[in-house]
């Protein structure tokens, strides 16, 4: 099957989802911020209750989770990136092909060009006998 150059459709909707994956990114960043800072301020309050070890417990479990989604986040957005610098790259290829290509040998008409100077030019001064 032949590569077909992606419709501008195709080409916004690849950036859209780059933008999308992007801001996406950043939300679990700052989820993962807001865990970090939340298990600090619960160690960090020395308090030695089963409760608030739990919930130290439960909140590594939940940025755990966050940090693996994060993960696959970045995994899909770079996979995204590398298909449409391939398919950029093989409609950059594919143009320059166009534009540089040679006629096939069942297109040569099988005529040569003539050269410009066929012989040497003899120039005969006229005031020489």
Known sequence: MAWQQPTCSARVTCERLSAMGSRRQEALLAAISEKDANIALLELSSSKKKKTQDEVTSLKREKDRLVQQLKQQTQNRMKLMADNYEDDHLKSSQHSD?????????QDTGKQASPLFQGPICISDASSP
């Open 98 to 106: 166009q534009t540089n290509h040679k006629p096939s040998p069942d």
